[in-house]
C-alpha cells in the first residue's frame, strides 16, 4: 500500500511477542512462536519414531527462465542437515531404481535475528511435456514424492494470480482464501504473487504465516513472487534492501550486478512473463540506477524471449487515483511507473500488465498512449485487489478508466488466468467463488 498508509500494528505487534515470550505469556504473537517450537519437537519425535522419513518445511518450487528445462526447489529444515541432501527425479510412474540425482547448496541464513536452515537445488535436463515426481534425501531418510511438470511449449493452461497478502494478523484471511483458491483450481499449473508477501519484510514470523497459504500448492506447482515495498521495511519500519525476499525466492538471474533476481522474467507455454521491480523510492536509498536498469533489459529481454503472448507483472500500479477526504489528490497516471512504463509496454507490444500494491480490484480495459481504447489496442490493465486483511473501504475514488470494480468494501479476492490456443481469459473471485469479473482478450 502506498506510503501515507503504511501500517503502524506490525512494530506494535512485534514489540508484544517479543515481551510476551520473555515474560512467558501465551499472547497471540507469543502463542505462535510457542507453537511453531511445538512443532519443531514434534517432527524431531517423530524422526526418531520414524527413522526414514525426512521432514522439509516450506518445500517449494520457483520458476526458472525456462520451466518446461528446469526447475528451482527450495526448502528449509528445523536443524542443520548433518548428511548431503539430494533432489531424487524421476518420470511419474517410474520405479525407485530409475532416478537423477540433483545435489543441493546450502542457503542458509539469518534475519530478524533467527537463523534460517534453508537449502535449494536446481533440477535441469526436463523434457517439455513430461509430468516427473521428486523428493529430498539424506543418507538414510527421504520425504514424500511430490508432483513436478515440465510444460510443453504450446501448453494451454490455468495461472491463479494473488494479490498483495500482508495481513496485520496470523495471515488467517490470506490462508483460508489460498486453500479454498487451491481446493477449486488443483487444475493450475503455477502460481503469481503480487508483492507486499508480507506486511514487515525483516519479521520471520509474518514469512511463515505467508508460506503457510501456499502449503500445498507450492510443493507441486512453480510459483512466481513479486517484490512489494513492504518487502523493504525493517522491525522499525525503516527502509531496508530486501533481504529476506532475496533469500526466500531464488527467481531467474538478469545478469545484473547491482539488481541481481530484483526483477526477472520467464516463459510458460505460449507466454512470456516479465516481472519488474517497482520499488525504485524504497531501494533507491541505498543504491540508484533500478529503472534504468530495467528499461534497457527490458527492450533485450523482449527481442531475446518474445512469445505469442507477453504478460507484464509489476506490484505498484499505473494510474494515479483521486482518494476520499484529499481534495488536493488529483487523478490521472501515476508519475513513478505509469509516465514511465506505459510508453514501452505500448512500444514492445505487451499483451496484458498486472499490478497491484492498492488492495483493490479494477479492470481498466485497453489502454494506449495513456488514453482508452474502444478497439481494445494496447495492453489491458488489471489491478488484481487483495488477498490479506489489509483493506482500504471506500478509501479511492473511482478513476475514468475504470471499467470493473467491487462492490465496496471489498473482501478478499484472487484471479484465474486460462491461455488458451486463441485467447487468454481472466477472472475475479471472491473467496467463496462467486466470480466478480471475467474479460477475454484475443490477438487483434
Known amino acids: 500500500m502506498e506510503d501515507e498508509n503504511q501500517n503502524q500494528s506490525g512494530m506494535k505487534r512485534r514489540t508484544f511477542i517479543k515481551a510476551a515470550a520473555a515474560a512467558g505469556v501465551l499472547a497471540a504473537g507469543g502463542a505462535a512462536l510457542l507453537q511453531i517450537g511445538a512443532?519443531?519437537?514434534?517432527?524431531?519425535?517423530?524422526?526418531?519414531?520414524?527413522?526414514?522419513?525426512?521432514?522439509?518445511?516450506?518445500?517449494?518450487?520457483?520458476?526458472?527462465?525456462?520451466?518446461?528445462?528446469?526447475?528451482?526447489?527450495?526448502?528449509?529444515?528445523?536443524?542443520?542437515?548433518?548428511?548431503?541432501?539430494?533432489?531424487?527425479?524421476?518420470?511419474?510412474?517410474?520405479?525407485?531404481?530409475?532416478?537423477?540425482?540433483?545435489?543441493?547448496?546450502?542457503?542458509?541464513?539469518?534475519d530478524d535475528e533467527i537463523e534460517v536452515y534453508q537449502y535449494r537445488a536446481e533440477v535441469n535436463h526436463l523434457t517439455p511435456g513430461t509430468h516427473y515426481q521428486y523428493r529430498i534425501?539424506?543418507?538414510?531418510?527421504?520425504?514424500?514424492?511430490?508432483?513436478?511438470?515440465?510444460?510443453?511449449?504450446?501448453?494451454?493452461?490455468?495461472?491463479?494470480?494473488?494479490?498483495?497478502?500482508?495481513?496485520?494478523?496470523?495471515?488467517?484471511?490470506?490462508?483460508?482464501?489460498?486453500?479454498?483458491?487451491?481446493?477449486?483450481?488443483?487444475?493450475?499449473?503455477?502460481?503469481?504473487?503480487?508483492?507486499?508477501?508480507?506486511?514487515?519484510?525483516?519479521?520471520?514470523?509474518?514469512?511463515t504465516d505467508f508460506f503457510g497459504g501456499v502449503e500445498e500448492m507450492q510443493r507441486v506447482i512453480p510459483m512466481a513472487p513479486l517484490m512489494g515495498n513492504h518487502e523493504t521495511y525493517d522491525l522499525n519500519w525503516k527502509e531496508r534492501l530486501p533481504e529476506a525476499y532475496l533469500h526466500y525466492f531464488a527467481t531467474p538471474p538478469n545478469a545484473s550486478t547491482e539488481f541481481d533476481r530484483y526483477y526477472y522474467s520467464f516463459d510458460y507455454g505460449d507466454v512470456h512473463y516479465i516481472a519488474l521491480c517497482t520499488q525504485q523510492r524504497e531501494i533507491g536509498a541505498f543504491k540508484d540506477g533500478l529503472v534504468g536498469e530495467q528499461l534497457e533489459w527490458i527492450r533485450r529481454d523482449m527481442r531475446a524471449h518474445r512469445k505469442k503472448w507477453n504478460i507484464v507483472l509489476m506490484h505498484k500500479d499505473v494510474l494515479q487515483?483521486?482518494?476520499?477526504?484529499?481534495?488536493?489528490?488529483?487523478?490521472?497516471?501515476?508519475?513513478?511507473?505509469?509516465?514511465?512504463?506505459?510508453?514501452?509496454?505500448?512500444?514492445l507490444g505487451i499483451d496484458i500488465v498486472f499490478s497491484a500494491h492498492l488492495h483493490t480490484y479494477r479492470n481498466r480495459g485497453h489502454i494506449y498512449g495513456f488514453q482508452k481504447t474502444p478497439d481494445k489496442k494496447g495492453p489491458l490493465y488489471i489491478l488484481t485487489g487483495v488477498a490479506g486483511n489489509v483493506r482500504y473501504p471506500n478509501l479511492w475514488i473511482d478513476h475514468p478508466f475504470d471499467e470493473v470494480t467491487l462492490p465496496q468494501p471489498e473482501t478478499d479476492n484472487y484471479l484465474t488466468m486460462d491461455v488458451g490456443r486463441d485467447a487468454i481469459e481472466i477472472a475475479c473471485f471472491l473467496p467463496d467463488g462467486t466470480e466478480m469479473d471475467r474479460v477475454r482478450v484475443t490477438k487483434r
Open 39 to 110: 512443532f519443531r519437537r514434534l517432527q524431531e519425535n517423530a524422526t526418531r519414531q520414524f527413522p526414514g522419513v525426512l521432514y522439509t518445511e516450506r518445500l517449494r518450487q520457483i520458476v526458472t527462465q525456462d520451466p518446461s528445462r528446469t526447475r528451482m526447489l527450495m526448502w528449509e529444515l528445523t536443524s542443520p542437515a548433518e548428511e548431503n541432501l539430494t533432489v531424487e527425479l524421476r518420470v511419474q510412474g517410474a520405479d525407485e531404481t530409475n532416478v537423477h540425482h540433483f545435489p543441493a547448496s546450502n542457503d542458509r541464513f539469518i
Open 321 to 347: 487515483y483521486r482518494i476520499h477526504g484529499r481534495p488536493e489528490r488529483t487523478e490521472g497516471i501515476d508519475d513513478d511507473n505509469g509516465r514511465v512504463w506505459m510508453p514501452v509496454f505500448d512500444e
Open 137 to 207: 534425501t539424506s543418507e538414510d531418510a527421504a520425504t514424500d514424492w511430490q508432483t513436478l511438470c515440465a510444460p510443453a511449449a504450446d501448453e494451454t493452461y490455468k495461472m491463479l494470480i494473488f494479490p498483495d497478502t500482508q495481513s496485520s494478523d496470523n495471515y488467517a484471511d490470506w490462508k483460508e482464501m489460498a486453500h479454498l483458491a487451491w481446493a477449486r483450481n488443483t487444475d493450475a499449473a503455477l502460481f503469481a504473487c503480487m508483492g507486499d508477501l508480507v506486511d514487515n519484510g525483516e519479521d520471520r514470523l509474518q514469512w
